[in-house]
């Protein structure tokens, strides 16, 4: 992978993870939260979700870009898996937000624009990674030949 895309990963990688730990205040308070006031939207279990979404993406951008290197990929084969990558790790941390401020879970297509909006990142992201792991694998593979 060419020296750009890894250092634009990085760039990505960096803020997806900020945004991650930006999701760690709400879901301190959260959890810090008496039974009596909630001072923000959404529950334990969402913001969790959140600033977790933010952290690990940001640290998959981080390896690939570590690895990228020593990949074989044509110039193709590396803008897929850098628009793949961007793809999971803004779509993965997006939807995860939108949860707990609009009440969505995203596990299926139903009731309310945020659950939906949610549920369609989702599926983006896990079509996005599988498509950039499996042209990551093959690029692996053929350097290591």
């Known amino acids: 992978m060419n020296h750009r895309l890894r250092s634009l990963l990085v760039v990505h990688g960096a803020l997806v993870f900020l945004v991650g730990m930006a999701a760690g205040f709400p879901f301190a308070m959260v ?17 969790r979700m959140a600033h977790l979404e933010g ?3 940001g640290l998959m951008l981080f390896g690939v870009a570590g690895v990228g290197r020593d990949l074989a990929l044509t ?4 803008l897929v898996v850098f628009w793949s990558l961007l793809l999971t790790a803004w779509g ?9 401020i609009f009440g969505g879970r995203g596990l299926a297509l139903g009731p309310g624009l945020a659950n939906n ?11 996005a990674v ?6 990551i694998v093959r690029g692996g593979w053929r350097a290591g030949r």
Do not use: K
Request: hydrophobic share 65%; no cysteine; net charge positive.
């Open 31 to 47: 959890l810090l939260a008496d039974a009596h006031s909630q001072p923000v939207p959404g529950d334990v279990r969402a913001w």
């Open 55 to 57: 952290v690990l993406n």
């Open 117 to 127: 909006i949610m549920f369609l990142l989702f599926m983006a992201a896990v079509f």
């Open 75 to 78: 110039r193709r084969a590396q």
């Open 130 to 135: 599988i498509v950039a792991m499996a042209v």
């Open 92 to 100: 993965n941390i997006i939807a995860s937000i939108i949860g707990p």
